[in-house]
C-alpha cells in the first residue's frame, strides 16, 4: 500500500489552518443568523408573516411586505434579464468575431464588476424617472384594469423599478453564465445545424432548446442573486411597509427594510431579531436556488459533453 | 526489485516483477504498450504517489534506499527522470531550468559553481552548442528535440546516481533522438541509467542489459548481446522482429 | 415559403441586435452621465475634494470627503492581504488534494458562501465583532469585507492553479522539490498572470462594497480616522447616504465620490487586462 509521507502529511497540515477558515465562516455565519432569530420566532410565530407592519415602539412586526416585495423585485430582474441577457449573449456567441466580440465581451465583464452603489445612484436619479414617464405612466393610463397597473406612480419609487434596475445589475452575470453554457456546446451539433442547411435562426433555436436547463439554471442563480441586493434596491423600491399588488406602487424588500432599519434596531427589544428572522428567510432561499442551480448546470454540462 | 506487483484502481498493472539492475550500466526495459514500463519506471522514482487509487506489494531497494517506505522526496534527490512528453519549465529561461535543479539539491554553491554545473549538463545533454548563446531564452523558443535534450540536462544537474528516461525519444524527430541517444550511452561510466524503450532498434544501439515486459511480467532478461542474438521466449522474438 | 425564411432570419437578426444594444444601454449611459456629473463637482471643488471635509446640509461650499477616502484605503488595506492569503491557501489545499473531502467540502463552501447577501455580512459581523468591541471600527469593516470577498478569491486563486498542467508537477519532484517548492517556484509563478487578475478584481469588489459597512465601520466622516480600531468611512457609504438624503449639495458630494469611485474601478479594471505577461507553456 502506497502511504501518503510524512512530508505530504505535513504539507497537508501546513495549509490546514487557513483554508479551512472558510468553513468556519460559512458555519460561524449560519449559526449566527439562526441564533438570533430564534427569538423572534418563538415570540411573535406566524404572525411575522401574515402582516406587514414596522412598528418598533408597540413592539409590533410582520413582515409580509418586504419578503413579497424580495420575491417580487428578485423575479421581475429575471425576468428583465432573461429579455436582455439571452440577446447579448447569442450576440457574443453567434455573431460577433474578433474585436468586435472582444471590445462587447469586456464591457460586459466591466459591467459584471461595477460597485452596485454606482448602479443604485445611477437608478434613483435617472432609471426611476425614466421608468415612471415613459414605461410605468403609459401602462397604468392604458391598462388600468390589470392590478399590477392600477395605482398611479407618484415619485416613480416602486417595486417595478427596483426590479427593472436590479435586473439590469444582474445582466452581466446571467449573461456571463449563459455564454459559458452556450459555448459549452460541442460544435457537432452547431455544425450539424448549418449542414442540413438551416438558417442562423433555426441553429440558434436549436442551441438555445438545448442548452434551456442551462439556461434556466442561470436565471435561478441570477434569482438568488437578485434576493441579496440592497443597495440598488434602498435607492428605488420606495422604502414602505404598504402591500399592494400594484406594481408601481412603493414597496421594501427584506434587504432595504434591513438597510433602513438596522442600526436604531437596537434601541428596542425585538426589532433585531426580527430582522435577523428576515434574513434567515432570505439567506435559505439563496442557498438552497444557488445548489439547485449550481448543480443543474454541472449535471447539464455532463450530459451535453459526448 | 522484487516480487513487485503493481494495481491501479484495483487492475493489475505489473505482477510480481523481479529485477537486479546493475550500477553503471544502461539497462534498457522493453515491451509493447500498455505492458506497464512507465508504471515501472514510477515505483522506482515514487511518482507513482501521484497516480490515484495505486497500492503496490513487494518491495524495492534503490541505490541502499528502501524505496517504497522511505521519504520519496528524499529518494528523488538521487534520481533524475526524463518524461515522455518533454516538460522543461515555461516560466523559467533555458539557464534557469537547468540551474534550478543544480541549487535545490545544493549540487553548487556559488554563482560560478552554478555556471559550471549549467555548462556541464547542458554538453553532457549534447544542447551546449546550439543554446550558448540563447541561455536567457525561454523553451518555448525550443524545438521539441531541444526541449527534451533540456529536460536531460536538467536532470543531469541534479548530479544523480540514477537516471530514469521514459520513452524519451518518443515524440522527436530521428536526428535529435540519435543526438539524446548518444549522450545517454556517454553517461553510463558516471550513472546508473534505466530506460525504456518500446524499439527495439534503440535498445539495440544503447544497452547493456535488457529486460522484456510483457503485459505485465518479465518475461526475459539479460544482457543485451544474448537476448538479441537468442532471444529465448516467443514474446522477445515476435518484439524483436517488430511485430508487436 | 423561402421569402418567409429570409424574412425571419432577418427579423430575429435585428431582434437580437436592438436588445442586445438595449442591454448595453444603461452601462453606456451611467457612465456618461457618472463622468458628466461626477467630473463637474471634483472640477468646481477643486483639489480639495481629495483633502477636505464633508459639506454640513445646508452649507455652500462643497467640501471633499477626505475621511471617505482615507477609509476606503486602510480598510482595502486591511482585508485584501487576508482575503488573498486566505483564499490562495484553501486554492493551494483543494488543487494539490483535490480528493481529500475537505477539499470538496471547501469547493461547495465557496459556492454557498457567495450567496449570502453582503447585508447578512454586515449583520453578523456587527454581532460578532462590533458589539464585544463596543463600537465600530475599520477593522470591523475590514472584517465583513474579507469574508464577502474570500469566495471570490478563492474561486480565482483555484482557477488559475488548476490551469496548470500536471506534467509540470512530476517535473518538480523528478527534481526533487519539496511541495511547498512546487507551490512556489513551480505553479504559481506559471498561473501568475491569473493569480495577479484575481488579486486585482477582489481588491476592486472589495473597494466597492456598500452593504456589508452599513453596520460595522460606522459612517464617521467628521475627520479622517487613522487607526484601525476607531470608526471609520468608506466612499461608498459617504456615497449611500448622501444620495438618499434630500440635501442638494450632498447629492452633488454624492456624484462627486461616485465619479472618483467609477475611475478608481475602470483603473483597476484596465489593469487586468494589460497586467504581466502570460506564461507561454
Not at chain 1, 438545448?210 to 420606495?238: D, M, S, Y
Request: charged residues 15%; positive net charge; proline residues 5%.
Amino acid at each position: 500500500m502506497v502511504k501518503p509521507s510524512k512530508r505530504d502529511k505535513l504539507f497537508f497540515l501546513s495549509l490546514l489552518p487557513l483554508s479551512v477558515s472558510l468553513l468556519a465562516i460559512l458555519i460561524l455565519s449560519i449559526i449566527t443568523i439562526v441564533l438570533r432569530s430564534l427569538d423572534s420566532f418563538q415570540h411573535f410565530g406566524s404572525q411575522l408573516i401574515t402582516s406587514s407592519v414596522w412598528n418598533p415602539e408597540k413592539e409590533v412586526y410582520g413582515l409580509l411586505a418586504p419578503i413579497i416585495g424580495s420575491l417580487a423585485t428578485s423575479a421581475l430582474a429575471v425576468l428583465t434579464a432573461l429579455v436582455l441577457s439571452l440577446p447579448l449573449s447569442i450576440m457574443i456567441a453567434e455573431y460577433l468575431r474578433g474585436f468586435a466580440k472582444s471590445v462587447v465581451s469586456s464591457v460586459v465583464e466591466l459591467m459584471g464588476g461595477m460597485p452596485t452603489i454606482i448602479y443604485a445612484v445611477w437608478a434613483s436619479q435617472y432609471l426611476v424617472p425614466f421608468l415612471k414617464q415613459l414605461v410605468m405612466e403609459p401602462l397604468h393610463r392604458v391598462l388600468p384594469f390589470i392590478p399590477l397597473f392600477s395605482c398611479r406612480p407618484i415619485a416613480g419609487f416602486s417595486i417595478f423599478a427596483a426590479g427593472v434596475a436590479i435586473g439590469i445589475s444582474i445582466v452581466p452575470y446571467v449573461t456571463a453564465l449563459i455564454l459559458e453554457a452556450y459555448q459549452s456546446i460541442p460544435m457537432m451539433y452547431r455544425e450539424a445545424c448549418y449542414g442540413i442547411g438551416a438558417t442562423k435562426y433555426e441553429t440558434v433555436r436549436v442551441m438555445i432548446s438545448l442548452a434551456r436547463p442551462a439556461i434556466i439554471a442561470a436565471l435561478i442563480l441570477g434569482f438568488a442573486r437578485a434576493l441579496g441586493e440592497t443597495t440598488i434596491a434602498v435607492a428605488t423600491v420606495g422604502n414602505s411597509m404598504y402591500l399592494s399588488s400594484c406594481l408601481f406602487a412603493p414597496g421594501y424588500t427584506v434587504s432595504a427594510l434591513i438597510a433602513s432599519q438596522f442600526a436604531n434596531a437596537h434601541l428596542y427589544q425585538y426589532a433585531e431579531t426580527v430582522l435577523y428572522s428576515s434574513i434567515l428567510v432570505v439567506v435559505l432561499i439563496a442557498i438552497v436556488l444557488s445548489f439547485y442551480g449550481s448543480t443543474t448546470i454541472i449535471k447539464w454540462r455532463s450530459r451535453i459533453i459526448v | 526489485m522484487s516480487n513487485v506487483s503493481v494495481y491501479i484502481k484495483s487492475r493489475q498493472i505489473l505482477s510480481r516483477v523481479t529485477l537486479k539492475i546493475p550500477y553503471n550500466t544502461v539497462f534498457v526495459i522493453m515491451g509493447p504498450s500498455g505492458s506497464g514500463k512507465t508504471t515501472l519506471l514510477r515505483v522506482i522514482n515514487r511518482l507513482i504517489d501521484l497516480v490515484e487509487g495505486a497500492r503496490i506489494e513487494g518491495s524495492v531497494k534503490v541505490l541502499g534506499f528502501d524505496a517504497l517506505n522511505s521519504d520519496p522526496y528524499e529518494l528523488r534527490k538521487h534520481i533524475g527522470t526524463v518524461f515522455q512528453v518533454p516538460n522543461p519549465f515555461p516560466h523559467l529561461t533555458i539557464y534557469e531550468n537547468v540551474a534550478i535543479a543544480a541549487k535545490i539539491n545544493g549540487v553548487a554553491k556559488s554563482r560560478k559553481e552554478l555556471n559550471d554545473v549549467v555548462k556541464w549538463a547542458l554538453e553532457k545533454a549534447m544542447l551546449w552548442d546550439e543554446v550558448r548563446n540563447r541561455l536567457h531564452d525561454h523553451p518555448h523558443q525550443l524545438s521539441g528535440g531541444q526541449r527534451q535534450r533540456l529536460c536531460l540536462a536538467r536532470a543531469l544537474a541534479m548530479k544523480p546516481r540514477l537516471l530514469l528516461l521514459d520513452e524519451p525519444t518518443a515524440n522527436i524527430d530521428p536526428v535529435n533522438a540519435r543526438k539524446l541517444e548518444e549522450a545517454i550511452v556517454s553517461l553510463k561510466d558516471e550513472i546508473t541509467v534505466v530506460m525504456v524503450t518500446h524499439s527495439p532498434h534503440q535498445a539495440a544501439r544503447v544497452a547493456d542489459y535488457v529486460a522484456v515486459l510483457y503485459d505485465g511480467s518479465v518475461v526475459e532478461h539479460g544482457p543485451a548481446q544474448q537476448l538479441f542474438l537468442r532471444p529465448s521466449t516467443e514474446v522477445a522474438q515476435k518484439l524483436l522482429r517488430g511485430e508487436m | 415559403m423561402y421569402s418567409w425564411r429570409k424574412l425571419r432570419e432577418k427579423l430575429f437578426t435585428g431582434l437580437v441586435i436592438a436588445l442586445s444594444l438595449l442591454a448595453i444601454a444603461p452601462v453606456l449611459h451611467l457612465i456618461a452621465t457618472v463622468f458628466v456629473n461626477g467630473l463637474t463637482v471634483i472640477a468646481e471643488a477643486g483639489l480639495g475634494f481629495f483633502t477636505g471635509l464633508p459639506p454640513t446640509p445646508l452649507s455652500r461650499e462643497l467640501g471633499g470627503i477626505a475621511p471617505s477616502i482615507a477609509g476606503t484605503l486602510i480598510m482595502t488595506a486591511l482585508s485584501l492581504p487576508s482575503t488573498v492569503l486566505l483564499g490562495l491557501f484553501a486554492a493551494i489545499l483543494t488543487t494539490e488534494f483535490p480528493k481529500n473531502p475537505l477539499s470538496v467540502a471547501i469547493d461547495a463552501v465557496a459556492k454557498s458562501l457567495a450567496s449570502i447577501p453582503t447585508i447578512a455580512v454586515s449583520m453578523i459581523v456587527y454581532t460578532l465583532v462590533v458589539i464585544p468591541m463596543r463600537g465600530f471600527s475599520a477593522l470591523a469593516g475590514a472584517i465583513a469585507l474579507t469574508i464577502i470577498a474570500l469566495p471570490y478569491a478563492y474561486t480565482y486563486f483555484s482557477t488559475a492553479l488548476r490551469s496548470v498542467p500536471s506534467i509540470y508537477r512530476e517535473a518538480a519532484f523528478a527534481v526533487a522539490m519539496s511541495r511547498w517548492s512546487t507551490v512556489t517556484r513551480v505553479f504559481i509563478p506559471i498561473a501568475r498572470r491569473s493569480a495577479v487578475v484575481g488579486v486585482l478584481m477582489t481588491m476592486a469588489r472589495v473597494m466597492g462594497e456598500t452593504a456589508a459597512l452599513l453596520f460595522t465601520a460606522g459612517r464617521f466622516r467628521a475627520s479622517v480616522a487613522l487607526s484601525p480600531t476607531a470608526p471609520a468611512d468608506s466612499i461608498p457609504l459617504l456615497i449611500f447616504d448622501y444620495i438618499l438624503s434630500p440635501y442638494t449639495i450632498w447629492h452633488r458630494v454624492a456624484w462627486g465620490a461616485t465619479a472618483l469611485l467609477l475611475i478608481a474601478y475602470m483603473a483597476v479594471f484596465i489593469a487586468t487586462k494589460l497586467v504581466v505577461k502570460e506564461v507561454k507553456l
